[in-house]
């Protein structure tokens, strides 16, 4: 069952303990997708409430399987002030081109037209694997809301035409693989989504003020320590589970278990985990 009173902590210690102050709900380390809708508004009112004052932005995502469902959780989000929605493509019945994925996508929009509107392109998941460069293509025509993509996936090539075409920059690219951030910073990705940035977002705050300067090689060296620990966790297993599981060691925050299908970190992962992240010394110190 979700926990609304955590919440409340868990701001807190984003914003003092990691300097993260923007926050993506209802994701995919949210399992949002295997939430009720109730429990979806839930969760959105209470990051509303709770981060009033304290966050800069809070994205909800209203993605679901029918049109319906994303179309209350866009009204709903726009309701409570949210300061973005963003919505997955569907992933039983598929959208199989560019013009039936934006259909579904202007029909969510359309619900919250006040609303900056973002596509959260995550295809190892949804299988949906138009190419974002084809699908920016007079997008804002049909969808005035259109702010910009989560763009989680490796395929640097069709980031970069994205932005190579966003020359009057009216479009914002949030990359969402955390292993691979600084490349995609390299060809012009301007913020990032990821569920590392739960328990290393103070690592990676320095690691983009680094690039910003530039000082590459200290930036190189953040992403190549983090690309260290992630290595080791992935031959472990690592997902969603197991991310809950290191987020709770490191904030002594009590994210709880996942929900069916997915299962309990084991305690072997939770000790090697943690031995391994302790190990790590960072350019700052820690």
Same mark, same amino acid.
């Given at each position: *069952? ?15 303990? #990691? ?21 979806? *508004? ?40 949210? +300061? ?47 190419? /974002? ?6 997008? *804002? ?11 989680? +996936? ?22 969402? /693989? ?41 930036? #190189?060296?953040? #992403? ?21 599981? /290191? ?24 000790? *090697? ?7 790590? /010394? ?5």
């Amino acid at each position: *069952k979700i926990n609304l009173p955590v919440i409340c902590q868990y701001v807190d210690y984003l914003v003092n303990e #990691q300097n993260v102050k923007n926050v993506f709900v209802n994701g995919t380390t949210g399992e949002g997708l295997s939430l009720s809708i109730q429990e979806r *508004k839930q969760l959105a009112e209470e990051w509303m409430c709770q981060g009033k004052d304290k966050l800069d932005h809070v994205i909800i995502h209203v993605g679901a399987l029918n049109l319906p469902e994303c179309q209350e959780l866009a009204r709903h989000a726009a309701a409570i002030g949210a +300061d973005g929605i963003a919505v997955i493509a569907p992933f039983f019945f598929k959208p199989t081109n560019k013009d039936e994925l934006v259909a579904f996508l202007q029909k969510v929009a359309s619900e919250a037209p006040e609303v900056p509107f973002y596509y959260y392109h995550i295809p190892p998941l949804t299988g949906v694997k138009i190419r /974002v460069e084809e699908l920016l293509d007079g997008i *804002k025509a049909q969808i005035p809301t259109f702010q910009g993509v989560k763009f989680s +996936d490796t395929d640097l090539l069709d980031l970069a035409q994205c932005i190579n075409r966003n020359e009057t920059g009216e479009f914002e690219f949030l990359y969402g /693989v955390d292993e691979q951030l600084l490349s995609a910073l390299a060809v012009g990705a301007n913020g990032a989504v990821g569920s590392t940035y739960n328990y290393l977002g103070r690592q990676t705050n320095l690691m983009l003020e680094a690039f910003a300067k530039p000082d590459f090689a200290l930036a #190189q060296r953040y #992403q190549f320590l983090t690309g260290e620990f992630l290595s080791f966790v992935i031959k472990l297993g690592f997902g969603v589970a197991q991310t809950k599981a /290191v987020m709770t060691f490191v904030s002594g925050i009590p994210m709880g278990p996942p929900r069916l299908p997915l299962v309990n970190a084991s305690s072997e992962f939770i000790t *090697k985990a943690k031995a391994k992240l302790d190990s790590i /010394v960072w350019p700052n110190g820690d």
